[in-house]
């Protein structure tokens, strides 16, 4: 069969991004241009400065990643674009521009759930991963665990009913004084900490598979504060350490339980929370205990890029599944029934 080319846009947040992908596993180029140190000035993205960064940076973006790829516009066989969930600005501006460059140049245009993409990160650096199996999709936005029964077919077993986990990261590195973004500050900080110093609860949900995090992120702020009344200094370490651990717990013993209830032969995770050491280590090994296969992306591909929706795209490229250009941004996109 012919080899199938796509080109992966992805604008949903902070993060102006394409990607060539040949036959959905192939990565012959990434290129992302974050704006974390704008939106560092203000603690967190605003959505109104991404959507004009979006817009000042996508045509060069992915005239890069053509040119990192060594491919012309006429070897793309397809344009895929995160069309949703996301903020919405930014949503419009990729796909408005994947919209004229798909029609500019008489190709297929498809746009892509940005969580199925975290999930299809998995396919480019483990060939033999294949549906079915389990995946755990942590980011900044979303918290939800998903069997995948075929490429492009998920079932939502769990998801948060609050905060993400993401999300609890990076409140809680704000108020330790970490900064944004907080995950990945946390997850240095807590290597000098010590995660039994503080005991915190591990939240649970009404749902058998789903997740809380605000008691949690509660706890942390009653503690802190109770310290600053007592005049007591704070580990910033331990908090961090302690509070990494919670999180963990709870991502992992859910996993754990839906994949004895399962049988699923493999786990993946995915996501911008995929990328915490403690996570990696801890949901490997609860998979290696299990004799279930491990699956994780490398960490540049866990946080936002084009290639995890090139590879996406690619499944529904096979599928004949493509848009129109009546295709929207949609803020609350679902990835499967029931958010
Ligand atoms: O997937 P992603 O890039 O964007 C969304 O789709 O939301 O995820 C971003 C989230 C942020 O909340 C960030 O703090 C978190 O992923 N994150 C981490 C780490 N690296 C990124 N959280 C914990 N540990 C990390 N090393
Ligand atoms: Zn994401």
């Keep these: 069969m012919k080899d199938v080319i796509i080109l992966g846009i992805e604008s949903s947040c902070d993060e102006t991004a394409a990607s060539v992908v040949k036959n959905g596993r192939e990565m012959l180029s990434n290129v992302i241009s974050s704006q974390i140190d704008i939106h560092t000035l203000y603690g967190g993205v605003v959505p109104e400065i991404a959507s004009r960064k979006h817009v000042e940076r996508i045509s060069q973006v992915v005239e890069e990643a053509l040119k990192d790829a060594s491919v012309s516009r006429e070897d793309i066989d397809a344009v895929a674009v995160t069309n949703g969930p996301g903020l919405i600005g930014p949503l419009l501006t990729g796909v408005s521009f994947a919209k004229a460059y798909a029609y500019g140049g008489n190709r297929p245009l498809i746009g892509i759930n940005h969580i199925e993409g975290h999930v299809c990160a998995n396919y480019i650096e483990n060939p033999e991963l294949k549906p079915p199996f389990m995946c755990l999709i942590v980011s900044g936005g979303h918290t939800h665990l998903v069997r995948v ?17 993401g999300e609890a990261f990076d409140k809680i590195a704000r108020v330790i004084g970490l900064g944004y973004p907080g995950g990945p500050k946390i997850d240095k900080a807590a290597n000098e900490g010590d995660p039994e110093a503080i005991s915190f609860p591990r939240g649970h949900a009404k749902g058998e598979y789903d997740f809380s995090f605000s008691g949690l992120k509660s706890a942390v702020l009653n503690y802190l504060n109770s310290c600053e009344m007592k005049g007591e200094k704070i580990s910033v370490p331990d908090v961090a350490a302690s509070f990494q651990k919670a999180v963990v717990d709870v991502l992992v013993g859910n996993a754990e339980k839906a994949l004895r209830e399962y049988g699923d032969k493999n786990f993946a995770i995915a996501g911008g929370v995929a990328s915490n050491s403690a996570f990696r280590r801890e949901m490997e090994k609860a998979c290696n205990e299990m004799g279930v296969g491990f699956f994780r992306p490398s960490p540049v591909l866990c946080t936002d890029n084009g290639a995890m929706i090139a590879s996406a795209g690619y499944y529904r490229f096979l599928k004949g599944e493509f848009s129109d250009l009546s295709l929207n941004g949609v803020a609350d996109l679902q990835l499967c029934g029931d958010q």
Excluded: F, P
């Excluded at 490429?151 to 986990?165: F, K, P, Q, S």
């Design 149 to 165: 029964t075929d490429y492009g077919e998920y079932t939502l077993l769990g998801r948060t009913m609050d905060d993400a986990a």
